[in-house]
């Protein structure tokens, strides 16, 4: 059974940090896409970056392109995003999501997707 459990959110102020954690069953992390998306109050919902565990190679959008980081690990099968110099704008709820495959490289769509976690609250304050 494929279960997704985020972890991680909170209230954080403008320019603070937050990691976000992702507890995946139901995967085997060999050959995986593991993504993040976030959805905000009356918007859809936007891809944020995604891991293929094959070779760790990433996808992240330009709209947090160096400031959040995506990582596996792939013993606990665990999925993290380290999110640094928060906007208000990145306020949403987070989830993760996995499929079988790779990322792609130019975006990720939740369409992709078949199973969801609850999401965790991110809300930044200014």
């Known amino acids: 059974e494929e279960q997704f459990v985020e972890s991680g959110g909170g209230l954080v102020q403008v320019g603070g940090s937050l990691r976000l954690s992702c507890a995946v069953t139901g995967f085997t992390f060999d050959d995986d896409a593991i993504g993040w998306f976030r959805q905000a109050p009356g918007k859809e919902r936007e891809g944020v970056s995604c891991?293929?565990?094959?070779?760790?190679?990433?996808y992240v959008a330009d709209s947090v392109k160096g400031r959040f980081t995506i990582s596996s690990d792939k013993a606990k099968k665990m999925v993290y995003l380290q999110m640094n110099s928060l906007k208000p704008e990145d306020t949403a709820v987070y989830h993760c999501?996995?499929?079988?495959?790779?990322?792609?490289?130019?975006?990720?769509?939740?369409?992709?997707?078949?199973?969801w976690g609850q999401g965790t609250q991110v809300t930044v304050s200014s």
């Open positions: 891991i293929t565990t094959r070779d760790g190679s990433t």
């Open positions: 999501t996995a499929d079988i495959g790779i990322c792609s490289s130019g975006s990720i769509s939740p369409l992709t997707f078949s199973s």
